[in-house]
């Protein structure tokens, strides 16, 4: 077959929701190609987490296991399993491969399976291949779309198997709840549009019961090194002030700094020895978490990343633009005139006006044409090791003011150039593939999840994703004139990162007063107080900071007729706030301030305590170094959630933490010497939630762990 690039997708992400045989339990399990060592199980009020390699977790008669990157499940009835690969056939493409089994007498159960893949079990011993596409000798070198759907093979249309959500089971030929027989799709009915459909004689499942298999035995141990795709951590970038901008002696003297913390930590530059030892032909960057990262391969191999930032100049024009800019943001798509335009990309770069990146590429603001060439005008560098010709120009990780001009903070002119760009956390990689040789490039995206331990230990377990608020739409809605059931969110408040009017004392929280309403879906960069605010009958309430997934829900036990009913200044007490799930939404600090994993003082709506420390939501405490002071009378150094205001950082935070919270831990700060750089403040979108099973005094808090930004306008 002669080479093209076809366009077409590859399933990456998997979704069960399983009932359990005895008690009826309804389970959620996630599972990602991107997140291969991880499964996430949740219930209605708990989540579980499967590691690689750690004992089965068993649920009522339900088994899951994960070995070697390949979740299995198994039932009673069925078992699955999904592998998360970029192997042959398609070497350094991520994707997932999906195995079903029967267990059972399909043939003699009164209900037999339907969907895209179960109604292939419809024994009656056909194999029916629809539309298919094909690809001419003509097309070599030619990029070519796919258009068969597998028509005349299935039942129906691609619509009647549509879903509303990840965790959705309803569509036409759904047969979750299923009480009365339900035959199998009818074979011979089956006809094609466009071509004739071949029928050959094959078993396409075992319809008798065959023995259970037994748990997979454990992986062999490692080939001889280097094993393929291993990556080593070489180097860590604070978010703030690094000394790794492009010009740090650190990237080319073979210099170590700080080797004494080998595992990703946040708040500390790092260069360990294995910078100038470890052999390479691919570099990874992890941005904020330590699963959102970009992996390039080379295709040259080279002796250490020493050698490779040297500072001679070397292409990559292949690195995929929206690939790595998403991974520092979400602008991509809002700079229209920029969406396909690399300005020398490549590692050692440097461009017009003084901006350079170790690895990266330059451009231009986004109301400027889109200038490639090598020597036309430069506005920004994005990348790592970047110096800028404006915002601040040493740069350990992230973008000039360029870059973001128009979308940070909602910029839409260059007036306000010095708050337009953005610094991050960082941790990279030297990565080793054996199977990639020179010319073979691949880049790898995974959305993030958690961001590490700010101490050097290992990280904490990730906190597990909860079910969507509506795992089976579409719902009825009840008789009387009431929110409908099962749960449902809306959004009332979007509050910006930088300078957010929506502090504790801001009168939006009690006036009625909207703000920005005509962003109505999740943006970043504005402050938004929505008519729903006022609205919107609410029992619960949804926080959700940097990402759209990235979310504490806490069902409140007491109707409320809005949000402005909620914020009216009243103090109302939440014990059961879970600290920890609470805490993890805005940072990884709990675990690292051990007087105070179990110290929650006076948390709860409209709080306000001691030294003017005040949250609309959330609760206040004292610096780490000190001990807990959870009587509502006691001192008090911090307030953290949202609406805050704190005696120290910045007094008005919109959603966030004081400094005395993040002391000794933002930057590394050991000591309250520098407080003003302790505090932090986030991107967040607030929602009212209404749980119509939800009564007084019942609670719940979902925590799931972040994707992607929203979209900026």
């Known amino acids: 077959m002669s080479k093209m690039k076809v366009q077409g997708s590859f399933v990456r992400d998997a979704y069960w929701v399983l009932r359990t045989p005895k008690e009826g339990l309804e389970l959620f399990v996630s599972f990602s190609a991107r997140q291969p060592r991880r499964a996430v199980v949740t219930s209605e009020r708990w989540q579980k987490i499967v590691t690689q390699d750690s004992a089965p977790l068993v649920i009522d008669g339900v088994e899951l296991w994960l070995r070697r990157r390949t979740l299995h499940i198994k039932s009673s009835r069925w078992q699955f399993s999904a592998l998360s690969t970029i192997l042959h056939p398609h070497p350094h493409v991520l994707r997932m491969n999906i195995r079903i089994t029967s267990l059972y007498a399909v043939c003699e159960s009164p209900v037999k399976p339907h969907g895209l893949l179960g109604q292939t079990f419809d024994c009656d011993q056909m194999a029916v291949h629809g539309r298919r596409d094909e690809y001419s000798p003509l097309d070599a070198g030619r990029v070519v779309t796919t258009k068969a759907q597998g028509e005349g093979a299935l039942q129906g ?47 396409l499942c075992t319809c008798v019961s065959p023995p ?29 002030d690094s000394v790794l901008d492009y010009d740090s ?20 530059d790092v260069v360990l020895p294995e910078y100038s030892t470890a052999a390479l032909n691919g570099i990874r960057i992890c941005v904020t978490y330590t699963t959102n990262c970009y992996t390039y391969m080379i ?80 506005d920004f560098a994005i990348g790592i090791g970047c110096y800028n010709q404006d ?20 910029f839409r002119t260059s007036a306000s150039l010095s708050n337009a760009g953005e610094t991050f956390q960082a941790w990279v990689y030297a990565v080793w593939d054996a199977n990639a040789s020179a010319g073979v490039f691949a880049t790898y995206y995974s959305p993030p999840t958690a961001p590490p331990s700010p101490a050097s230990p290992p990280l904490p377990p990730q906190a597990p994703p909860s079910p969507p608020l509506s795992p089976t739409p579409p719902f009825s809605p009840p008789a009387i004139p009431s929110p409908p059931s099962p749960p449902y969110a809306i959004l009332i408040m979007q509050i910006k990162k930088r300078d957010s009017v929506l502090d504790y004392d801001s009168a939006y929280w009690s006036s009625g007063t909207q703000l920005n309403t005509d962003k109505t879906t999740e943006v ?23 990402y759209t997934t990235n979310c504490y829900t806490y ?36 675990d ?7 110290c929650l003082q006076k948390p709860g709506f409209n709080t306000q305590c001691i030294d003017n420390n005040r949250a609309r939501f959330g609760f206040c405490g004292n610096l780490a170094e000190q001990t807990c002071q959870p009587n509502d009378t006691d001192d008090a150094d911090f307030a953290i959630g949202i609406g805050c205001y704190n005696q120290d950082f910045s007094n008005a935070v919109g959603s966030g933490f004081g400094a005395g919270f993040g002391d000794g831990y933002v930057d590394g700060f050991r000591t309250s010497a520098s407080l003003s750089n302790a505090g932090e403040t986030f991107q967040a979108w607030v929602y009212a939630v209404w749980d119509a099973n939800a009564s007084a005094g019942v609670f719940a808090t979902y925590y799931s762990p972040p994707s992607q930004p929203p979209a900026t306008p």
């Open 157 to 203: 249309t691609l619509v009647d198997y549509e879903v509303l959500s990840p965790f959705a089971t309803n569509f036409s030929f759904s047969r979750m709840d299923s009480i009365t027989a339900v035959g199998p799709r009818n074979v011979r009915k089956l006809t094609s549009s466009t071509r004739s459909i071949a029928r050959r004689s094959l078993q």
């Open 212 to 240: 259970p298999p037994s748990l997979p035995p454990a992986p062999p141990s490692l080939p001889p090194s280097p094993p393929t795709a291993e990556a080593t951590l070489i180097m860590q970038i604070k978010k703030r």
């Open 249 to 268: 002696a650190y990237w080319s003297s073979g210099t170590q700094l700080n080797t004494d913390k080998t595992t990703e930590v946040v708040g500390f």
């Open 299 to 378: 295709g040259t191999e080279y002796s250490s990343a020493l050698a490779l930032f040297d500072g001679t100049y070397r292409r990559t024009d292949d690195m995929e633009q929206k690939t790595f800019e998403d991974l520092f943001s979400s602008y991509h798509d809002s700079r229209p005139n920029h969406v396909s335009c690399l300005q020398k990309p490549g590692f050692n770069t440097q461009c017009i006006d003084n901006n350079r990146a170790r690895f990266g590429f330059c451009g231009n603001l986004a109301e400027q044409t889109c200038q490639p060439n090598d020597t036309d005008d430069a």
């Open 391 to 410: 915002f601040s120009n040493a740069v350990g990780l992230g973008f000039g003011a360029g870059f973001g001009d128009g979308y940070v903070d909602g």
């Open 524 to 546: 970043v960069g504005f402050d938004v107080v929505l008519p729903e605010y006022s609205t919107a009958a609410l029992n619960g309430i949804r926080i959700c900071v940097t």
């Open 555 to 590: 069902m409140i036990g007491t109707e409320y007729s809005s949000a402005l009913a909620l914020f009216d200044g009243t103090y109302r007490r939440t014990d059961d706030m879970e600290q920890k799930t609470f805490e993890d939404l805005f940072s990884s600090y709990h």
């Open 592 to 598: 690292s301030r051990p007087n105070h994993v179990s």
